[in-house]
């Protein structure tokens, strides 16, 4: 996940919620993502610890750390390399090119199904999960008013508003991740649920 938000990061078409925040607030205080995301989380940690310990595990953990370093290395390994790729900027009217559109769309479909996929498993199989994504879960079962989708949706909005405020890239696919995550999510762990049965 964290290669995805890498290049997400770099098709500048936006990331998930919670990258587009620690995006910009780790811009903003000079720190690595990967160090950012791993203070936030261990903030967030104590929260869902003292919650709901049982949303805690080895996804947990994996999640907490490895996503934000994931990047890191990744750009690590593109700087050694000596790559620095962005994907064509598409300009709609006058310049507008439709191969690098077309290049960018497929690009972004592919990391997008990746993301959400591997979103959607690492959650439903109750392995624990990050803290970012534990805390909707806790509010949901803590109340009966609203459902686990739109309390995520309502979630993730919150912290693309945040990052957008503080600089982040808010684009289509922080949009779509926005909405869909909860959804997503909702749907795979039903699957997951009746193949374990």
């Given amino acids: ?3 995805c938000v890498y290049w997400l990061d770099r098709l500048a078409w ?4 919670c990258s587009t925040m620690t995006l910009a607030l780790s811009a903003k205080v000079g720190l690595s993502l990967g160090t950012f995301q791993a203070l ?4 967030l940690f104590v929260i869902v610890l003292l919650k709901d310990k049982k949303q805690i595990g080895f996804g947990t953990l994996f999640n907490m750390f ?3 370093y994931a990047y ?11 790559v620095d790729y962005h994907f064509p900027k598409v300009h709609f009217g006058a310049g507008f090119v439709l ?16 993301f959400v996929f591997f979103a959607s498993i690492y959650m439903s199989v109750e392995l624990g999960t990050a803290p970012y994504d534990a805390l909707p879960v806790i509010i949901a079962n803590s ?13 993730d909005i919150t912290f693309t508003v945040v990052g957008f405020l503080f600089g982040g890239t ?3 696919v922080t949009v779509i991740m926005a909405l869909t995550i909860g959804p997503m999510v909702s749907f795979v762990g039903r699957r997951i649920s009746r193949f374990l049965e």
């Fill in 1 to 3: 996940m964290g290669f």
């Fill in 14 to 17: 936006g990331t998930d919620p």
């Fill in 40 to 43: 936030f989380n261990t903030v």
């Fill in 66 to 68: 490895v996503v934000g």
């Fill in 72 to 82: 890191n290395f990744m750009a690590f390994c593109m700087k050694k390399l000596g």
């Fill in 99 to 114: 191969n690098d559109f077309l290049w960018n769309l497929l690009f972004c479909v592919i990391l997008l199904a990746i």
């Fill in 143 to 155: 109340q009966k008013k609203l459902s686990f989708r739109t309390i995520r949706i309502i979630w």
């Fill in 170 to 172: 808010v684009g289509i």
